[in-house]
C-alpha cells in the first residue's frame, strides 16, 4: 500500500509541473480583484516566484526555519498534516516550497515557507515499506534573515489560520528580525493599535506559559486579555505553573486548556488550614487569679471566677472611669465630657 503510494507520488509529479504554472499564472490576477495588502504582497511574490526556477531537493537537506510561526503538534496540527500527506501522495506536490542556502551547512537549505508541505513528504518518506527518497520541488533564493521573515509572513498572510496567540507569538518574532510596527502592518493584515495589543498580551503571559497551552483553535483577542489582566499578579503565573504539568492540563485540547489556566489565574491564594492560635492571659497577683482573657479570630473575652464576685462588680462600678482614662491615653486631644 506504501509502496503503491510512492508510485503515485512519482507519475503525478508530471502532471504537477503544468499546474505550478497554471496556478503561478493565475494568483497574480487575485491581487487585482482584493484591495488587501498581504494579497497584493503576494501577487509581487509569485510574480518574482515566475522567474524563479523550480528544482527537485533531497529534504534531508532542507531545514526547518529558524524562525517559528506555529507552535509544537497538537490534535488540529496532526489532522491537517494527515490530510496534506493523501493528497500529496495523491496529487503530487503542486507548489513548490521557498528555501535559502543554509547560512552555516554547506549544500543545505533552510525554509522560508513550506513547512507542513516538507513535513508532510518526510512524513510519507518515513512511513514507506523501503527507504526511498522523495524530491521536493523548490524554488531557491538569496534570502538575508529579515527577508526570510517577510516571505514566511507572506505565506501566513495568504493561509490566514492562524490562531490568534500564533500571530502575537509571530509578531514577537518580526519584531526580533528588526521590523517596526508600521512595517509589520501589511504582513500580518492588521493596524498598529491590534499589533500594539498583541505585544501587550505577549508582554504580560511568560512564553512558558504560552506554549504549555498551546496555539487554543477558536480562542481570540478577549479571552487572551483577560487572561493577560489576571496575570499581572506574579501569583497567579505561579498558580498556572502547578498546573500545567498534572495529566488534567496536558491530556485536554489547547482551547479547554486556556480555561483551566484561567481558573487557575483568579483562584485566591491558598488558604491557611491550621486554626488561629488562640491568646490566653490570667490577672492575677500570686497565686490568686482574678480573671482571664481569651482572644481569637472571633473576638476577646474576660471570664471572672465565681470565688472573685466581689472583684467584678468592683470593675463594673470602676469600668466608666477605667473608659474615660483609656480614651485620654489613646487619643491626647480627647476632652472629658
Excluded at 52 to 79: H, M, N, Q, T, W
Excluded at 109 to 115: S, W
Aim: charged content about 30%; some cysteine; overall charge neutral.
Amino acid at each position: 500500500m506504501k509502496k503503491s503510494i510512492l508510485q503515485r507520488m512519482a507519475a503525478a509529479e508530471n502532471r504537477a509541473e503544468s499546474t505550478v504554472v497554471s496556478d503561478a499564472s493565475d494568483k497574480p490576477s487575485l491581487a487585482r480583484r482584493h484591495s488587501s495588502p498581504v494579497i497584493s504582497n503576494v501577487g509581487r511574490a509569485l510574480t518574482q516566484l515566475t522567474e524563479d526556477s523550480v528544482i527537485s531537493l533531497d529534504p534531508d537537506r532542507i531545514d526547518r526555519s529558524p524562525y517559528r510561526d506555529r507552535f509544537g503538534s497538537d490534535e488540529d496540527a496532526a489532522k491537517e498534516l494527515e490530510a496534506l500527506k493523501i493528497s500529496i501522495a495523491s496529487e503530487g506536490q503542486k507548489i513548490p516550497v521557498l528555501v535559502r542556502p543554509h547560512p552555516t551547512k554547506p549544500d543545505h537549505y533552510q525554509l522560508a515557507y513550506g513547512y507542513r508541505r516538507w513535513a508532510a513528504i518526510k512524513a510519507i518518506m518515513a512511513e514507506a515499506d523501503r527507504p526511498e527518497t522523495i524530491k521536493i520541488r523548490a524554488y531557491v533564493r538569496e534570502l538575508s534573515d529579515r527577508q526570510l521573515i517577510e516571505e514566511q509572513s507572506l505565506e501566513n498572510g495568504v493561509r490566514e489560520n492562524l490562531t490568534w496567540i500564533e500571530q502575537a507569538m509571530w509578531a514577537v518574532q518580526l519584531k526580533s528580525a528588526g521590523l517596526s510596527h508600521r512595517a509589520m502592518c501589511p504582513i500580518l493584515g492588521t493596524s498598529e493599535a491590534a499589533i500594539s495589543h498583541l505585544f501587550r498580551v505577549t508582554e504580560a503571559v511568560p512564553e512558558d506559559i504560552i506554549l504549555a497551552i498551546g496555539r487554543a483553535k477558536g480562542v481570540g483577542r478577549p479571552k487572551w486579555t483577560a487572561f493577560a489582566e489576571l496575570l499581572k499578579d506574579p501569583s497567579s503565573a505561579a498558580r498556572v505553573r502547578k498546573i500545567i504539568n498534572t495529566v488534567e492540563f496536558r491530556g485536554a485540547d489547547s482551547s479547554s486548556r486556556i480555561a483551566q489556566a484561567i481558573r487557575a489565574a483568579s483562584a485566591a491564594a491558598d488558604k491557611v488550614t491550621a486554626e488561629p492560635t488562640e491568646e490566653i492571659v490570667d490577672f492575677a497577683v500570686g497565686d490568686r487569679v482574678f480573671g482571664r482573657m481569651k482572644s481569637n479570630s472571633a473576638g476577646t473575652t474576660v471570664s471572672i471566677p465565681k470565688q472573685e464576685r466581689a472583684f467584678a462588680r468592683w470593675l463594673a462600678d470602676r469600668m466608666p472611669d477605667l473608659l474615660n482614662e483609656y480614651n485620654n491615653h489613646s487619643d491626647p486631644t480627647h476632652q472629658e465630657v
